[in-house]
């Protein structure tokens, strides 16, 4: 079930200052693929959390039970207990984790938004038939061909060896409302896109910076990393910058 056996899919929280980050996985995946970046961020003083999103790190069929709703609002719990204990809060997600992000930034405005891959164009057209295969086959298997350039990788991650299709129904769902979602979003954007990224296209994260209602939005182009880019090859570039999005903007904001 999970690519890697020696890693936990449980959700994290690494208590610090009074600046959180609240980090969302991805579709399929686990908090272990935030978990780089989180100690990362952790190590510089910040509070860092990130959840288990439902029907994650259990079973396919789980998974095919949760509704995109489900998703969203387990983050804004999250995102309203980060608040609760931190002054300042920033908001960051994976592939499916930056659609939750855009939402969240829509809804709450936080002090900015970090978009990893962001999943607003899905490179794979199968997606689309979602809504009628789900009806057909509960799940399908994943290639097991990896997009990393590290090949460590994909031992740092969690995540199911199948995709389940009533889910990516759901995915395509919240697609769709995070692209309606994109001119509400008015706090600073940091976004991240790979060109070895064989999963999510180039236009999405372009379409987050320039869509959004953001004044301040960049968009950082890697060329040595694959989808899952908090764990690959480039990870330490991409906490840094992270890092340093974060010390701006809570200091301009204070």
């Known amino acids: 079930m999970a690519r890697s056996p020696d890693v936990s899919p449980t959700p994290f929280f690494l208590p610090g200052g009074s600046t959180g980050v609240l980090l969302i996985h991805g579709f399929t995946g686990s908090p272990a693929e935030m978990r780089l970046v989180g100690d990362y961020l952790n190590e510089q003083g910040l509070t860092v959390s990130a959840p288990l999103l439902p029907g994650h790190g259990t079973t ?23 608040t609760s204990q931190c002054e300042t809060v920033f908001v960051g997600g994976l592939s499916m984790g930056s659609l939750i992000t855009i939402y969240v930034a829509a809804h709450h405005q936080p002090r900015g938004a970090i978009l990893y891959s962001p999943a607003l164009h899905v490179a ?14 509960p799940r399908v298997p994943k290639s097991g061909e990896s997009d990393m350039t590290d090949p460590e990788a994909d031992r740092r991650t969690w995540t199911y060896e199948a995709y389940p299709t009533a889910a990516a129904h759901e995915l395509l769902k919240l697609i769709g409302r995070c692209r309606e979602l994109l001119p509400r979003v008015t706090c600073p954007l940091l976004a991240f896109y790979s060109t070895g990224d064989s999963l ?19 968009l950082v182009t890697l060329h ?4 899952v880019l908090t764990v690959d090859s480039e990870w330490r ?16 904001g204070a």
Request: proline share 3%; glycine share 4%; charged share 30%.
């Open 60 to 82: 396919v069929d789980a998974m095919n039970r949760c509704r995109w709703r489900d998703w969203t609002s387990h983050a804004e719990r999250a995102h309203k207990e980060l």
């Open 124 to 137: 794979n057209p199968l997606i689309h038939l979602a809504p009628v295969l789900k009806y057909v086959v």
């Open 200 to 218: 999510v296209k180039a236009e999405g994260a372009r379409r987050v910076v320039e869509e959004a209602a953001s004044e301040e939005a960049e």
């Open 224 to 227: 040595n990393s694959g989808h």
């Open 237 to 252: 570039m991409v906490a840094e910058k992270t890092y340093d999005f974060v010390r701006l903007h809570a200091a301009g």
